[in-house]
């Protein structure tokens, strides 16, 4: 059993576990039993390319000694519900699980008996452990046990279960096998049985939607409480997350598919617990806001997706030169919502600024001067965002020609303002020439969407990047190849998934 000592901050490994022997020590020995979680040892920022060549992921190695799966349950408050669902997920994982497993109970500050019950657990039942952290949050239970875990494949569950444990074996095996990257169940496809109500299902559905729409995301549900990763990826991605709550998730999820990697979905059946404990209007505005964060993030550059990309995307050619993935929100549709939302915003502060100026110049000085300051602005958010186009790579071009783009829109403009002046007579009413402008803004950016669609943004050939040599890809470890005992595991596992339905959404 391991759980924290509060008076040092430490991981402490109890000597009472008189249920069979301890687990067996990892390949590289026993861990120190004073590690701290949050001190644990963290890669490099990239500590090399995962995929071999012709970019697959390599299968994970079955035989070693330690456990093969880690489940971290993460609780707060959780006395009533826990030991039912550790003896029912254990039970569960005796009795299908071909392989070696553990279970770590997250306790996040826990008030109540929570972490009493899930130490008395753990001394009856050996392969489950007790980590309790000071700080609450999901997030930060997750990240930080799994970035101290040993095991390759790493997944979570939330602790009433609600998922039926069947879709467990779906979940895993393309990890397993080096199909894909992360796993998650989803509530939201055809084959799903979920039962729930009304107010979850909206809430979920509309939030899934903006994802998709304002995100360019591809998987279908965000939040469902049962996914996987495999630890190479995990220790690659997750310090670059920052979410400690619910939004974890989420940011996970995006910054995988940014960085080209495979999300597989499994269609679970789940019901709801009508007794959980989560705020659901105060978690969906806590996720709006971090889709902002996050936005800003990747705007910015604080998380290196280019780098990320090349060090973790699969597939024969690097994924900067696919031109599906530099347009993630490819699809008209998601195109057409981001680029609305972004002409809003453009519009309102070009009515702004237009206003503002009109008080000390004239109107067309006043126009350009609006009309400039958000072209800019417009063309780099549309950049990002509509068209999914990340780096300094042809950056200037596509400022360039968004500049000519801004002329057409300018001319729109200037025409209808000398045409309201030249109508009118006399000086025309202030909100008479804000209608004017409004209206042939709107006409200049439906224009300004077809050229960015069609001229400005649309992939080039020049705009590939050649796959690197095949001399630079390093062959992999002879000691790290899986056994044929192994293989065979792993191709067994690889024919139950191929037997399920096709879920996976294509990138």
Not at 17 to 30: E, Y
Not at 37 to 49: E, H, K, S
Not at 414 to 433: F, I, K, N, Q, Y
Request: glycine fraction near 6%; include cysteine.
């Amino acid at each position: 059993m391991t759980f924290t000592d509060q008076a040092t901050g430490t991981l402490s490994r109890s000597t009472a576990t008189p249920a069979g022997p301890a687990a067996p020590p990892s390949p590289s020995g026993p861990a120190p039993s004073g590690l701290a979680l949050a001190d644990a040892p963290a890669p490099g920022p990239f500590a090399g390319a995962l995929a071999s060549p012709g970019g697959r992921r390599a299968p994970i190695d079955t035989r070693a000694s330690t456990p093969l799966l880690d489940v971290t349950i993460p609780v707060f408050n959780e006395e009533r519900d826990l030991e039912a669902c550790l003896r029912r997920l254990h039970a569960y994982l005796l009795g299908a699980f071909p392989h070696s497993f553990r279970i770590t109970v997250a306790d996040n500050a826990s008030t109540d008996g929570t972490l009493k019950t899930a130490e008395r657990v753990a001394r009856e039942l050996r392969e489950v452990t007790v980590v309790h952290m000071a700080e609450k949050g999901r997030g930060n239970a997750l990240r930080k046990v799994w970035l101290s875990s040993p095991s390759p494949v790493l997944a979570y569950m939330d602790v009433d279960l609600s998922t039926d444990l069947a879709a467990l074996g779906p979940l895993l095996a393309p990890l397993i096998s080096g199909h894909s990257d992360l796993a998650i169940g989803t509530r939201l496809t055809r084959n799903s049985r979920v039962v729930r109500g009304p107010k979850r299902e909206f809430i979920s559905r509309s939030y899934n939607f903006l994802l998709q729409s304002l995100m360019g995301a591809h998987f279908s549900d965000a939040q469902c409480g049962f996914k996987a990763i495999r630890a190479d990826v995990a220790r690659q991605l997750l310090p670059h997350t920052l979410d400690n709550a619910w939004f974890f998730d989420t940011e996970l999820l995006v910054l995988a598919e940014k960085c080209g990697l495979r999300v597989h979905e499994v269609p679970v059946d789940w019901t709801d617990d009508p007794d959980s404990s989560v705020d659901i209007v105060q978690t969906a505005l806590a996720d709006l806001r971090g889709m902002a964060r996050l936005s800003r993030d990747l705007v910015s550059g604080r998380i290196p997706v280019p780098e990320l990309r090349a060090a973790l995307a699969r597939g024969p050619l690097p994924a900067s030169s696919r031109s599906q993935e530099q347009s993630p929100g490819g699809s008209l549709f998601g195109q057409l919502v981001r680029f609305g939302s972004i002409g809003v915003a453009s519009t309102v502060a070009y009515l702004a600024i237009f206003l503002l100026c009109r008080g000390i110049m004239d109107p067309q000085l006043a126009n350009f001067f609006a009309l400039l300051t958000t072209a800019v602005v417009n063309t780099a958010a549309n950049r990002r965002f509509t068209f999914g186009i990340q780096g300094s790579s042809q950056a200037a071009r596509h400022h360039f020609e968004g500049l000519l783009v801004f002329g057409i829109g300018l001319a729109l403009t200037s025409g209808a303002l000398a045409l309201v002046h030249a109508t009118s007579g006399a000086s025309p009413d202030r909100w008479l020439e804000l209608l004017t402008v409004t209206a042939a803004n709107l006409a200049a950016t439906a224009v300004k969407f077809l050229l960015f669609r069609l001229v400005v943004f649309r992939p080039r050939r020049t705009d590939t990047v050649p796959a690197p040599d095949a001399s630079t890809v390093p062959t992999p470890d002879a000691s790290t190849v899986p056994t044929p005992a192994a293989a065979i595991t792993v191709a067994a596992s690889a024919a139950a998934e191929a037997s399920l339905p096709r879920t996976e959404k294509a990138k």
